[in-house]
Each structure stands twice: as structure tokens, then as C-alpha cells.
């Protein structure tokens, strides 16, 4: 069949639909054809800009409003902005899905939405990243993945406060939204958000000391030195595993 509705959309990434419905997205038609609308609002949760989900896989899968419209693009999710402030960090990612589920999971998100806009307004997006230490970014296990990170960590104003969360490498998940949906499968979203905020503590954990001698050439951010002992008792006040790297409670030895 050709098009999405919200429902169809709502059992693919493994989301409630009145969940779905809380963000104000709504079934619609493009070109005639079902469609998601998917609005865009400002920090103060009004709607500035929005696009549409035209499929789950079959390019194109989005389409932005008409130019008559005269919208500009803003990143998805502007008014989580606040909570990001709060918990001290935020997560980077492409598109809309992986916020929706990290917002699920009151995880502070923000969807950039395609390396091409944030090329043509990135310089002045960053300007919403303000006051916010941690940007968190989960590579995905593809080149558009190593461009994505790439584009952000080449941007002014970022720099030192990036930090790539090895989603893919630790898990062997292509992204945050196939992690999810495997975890909801097999009824372990405890798990899965154990997952994340281990990977964000070791985030929070770089960017908050000093840099010198921690760059690795061409690779991005390295694993934060950390103690021995603050690992394992992160480990037992939260969770069963500890990631990145995945260590099991009990098998840790030196």
C-alpha cells in the first residue's frame, strides 16, 4: 500500500498513539496518498514549522510544507529545550522517531531534521544549545551516521561539549529506534533506558573534564577516564549491565 497513517507508524516504531497524539501529530493526505503531519513547535510549544511522513521506507520518506508557505525549518523538538537545561545534557539525533522515543522514556531530545538544513542553518541553530554542557550524539551504524557526526562536530560554537555515544558499537543496534523497538518486543524498556542513561552518564562524565590529551585524531571523542569503582557503583545503585563499555555485574575483573 502507499502512504503511513498514524496508526500503521504507531506499531512500527513501538509507540502508544495517544502518545503520538499528545505531540499533535495527525493523520493527513500529500499528493493524495495517507500521510502523517508531524508539527514543529518553538520552545514555547507553539507550532513554527512542520513536515510530513510519507512512508516507513519507501523514498521519499518525508516532504517538507510547500515553499509558498514561507516556513522556515526549525530542529524538531524545541520544547524540551528547558528539561535539557535542567538535566544538564542533551541528545542529537536526525529525524523525528528517535525523539519521539527518547521523549517516551523522559529523555531530553532534539531531531535535526536532515544534514542538509543543518548545513544551511546549523550556525544559527546552535544558538538554542546554549547553557546546555552535554550534547550527546548516537552515531548510527551507516555513513549517513559518520556524516551526521562529522557535520556536528566541524560546527562552531560545539565543539567540547560533543560527545558520541557508541549506541551502535555497544549494542550491535543500527540506531536508538531499532534498540527500542527490540526492547519493547521483548518487554525490557527498563532495560533500554538503563542503556541510554548509562551511556549519557559517561557522557556528562567527558565533557565535564579537561580535554587536553583526550582527543584521538579522526575519531571523535574517546571513552571519559573513570574510576574503577565510581563504574561498579553505578552499576549496582541502577542497573544490571553498565554500557560502554558493557560490563555484567559479578564478571568485571582486572
Known amino acids: 500500500p502507499v502512504?503511513?497513517?498514524?496508526?500503521?507508524?504507531?506499531?512500527?516504531?513501538?509507540?502508544?498513539?495517544?502518545?503520538?497524539?499528545?505531540?499533535?501529530?495527525?493523520?493527513?493526505?500529500?499528493?493524495?496518498?495517507?500521510?502523517?503531519?508531524?508539527?514543529?513547535?518553538?520552545?514555547?510549544g507553539k507550532e513554527v514549522y512542520h513536515r510530513y511522513r510519507l512512508s516507513l521506507k519507501a523514498e521519499p520518506r518525508f516532504k517538507a510544507p510547500p515553499a509558498t508557505l514561507g516556513l522556515k525549518p526549525v530542529p524538531y523538538g524545541l520544547q524540551i529545550l528547558q528539561h535539557a537545561r535542567e538535566a544538564g545534557y542533551l541528545i542529537l539525533v536526525e529525524g523525528e522517531s528517535d525523539p519521539q522515543v527518547l521523549w517516551f522514556n523522559d529523555i531530553p531530545a532534539l531531531g535535526i531534521p536532515g544534514t542538509k538544513a543543518w548545513k544551511k542553518f546549523g550556525a544559527e541553530w546552535t544558538a538554542y544549545l546554549q547553557d546546555i554542557p552535554a550534547l550527546l550524539v548516537p552515531v548510527e551504524a551507516d555513513g549517513a551516521g559518520e556524516d551526521f557526526w562529522t557535520m556536528l562536530h566541524h560546527t562552531s560554537g560545539l565543539d567540547g561539549r560533543l560527545y558520541r555515544m557508541p549506541v551502535a558499537t555497544s549494542t550491535g543496534y543500527k540506531d536508538i529506534g531499532d534498540l527500542w523497538v527490540a526492547a519493547r518486543d521483548d518487554g525490557a524498556e527498563n532495560r533500554f533506558k538503563a542503556i541510554v542513561e548509562g551511556q549519557v552518564w559517561a557522557g556528562k562524565k567527558y565533557v565535564a573534564q579537561p580535554k587536553e590529551g583526550l582527543q584521538h585524531k579522526g575519531a571523535g571523542r574517546l571513552l571519559p577516564t573513570v574510576s574503577l569503582k565510581e563504574i561498579t557503583e553505578e552499576a549496582a545503585e541502577n542497573q544490571d549491565f553498565f554500557v560502554y563499555p558493557v560490563f555484567r555485574k559479578g564478571t568485571l575483573v582486572l
Open 3 to 44: 502512504g503511513i497513517t498514524l496508526e500503521a507508524y504507531a506499531v512500527a516504531k513501538r509507540l502508544p498513539v495517544n502518545f503520538l497524539e499528545s505531540l499533535s501529530i495527525k493523520n493527513a493526505t500529500y499528493d493524495l496518498n495517507p500521510a502523517i503531519r508531524i508539527p514543529y513547535p518553538n520552545e514555547e
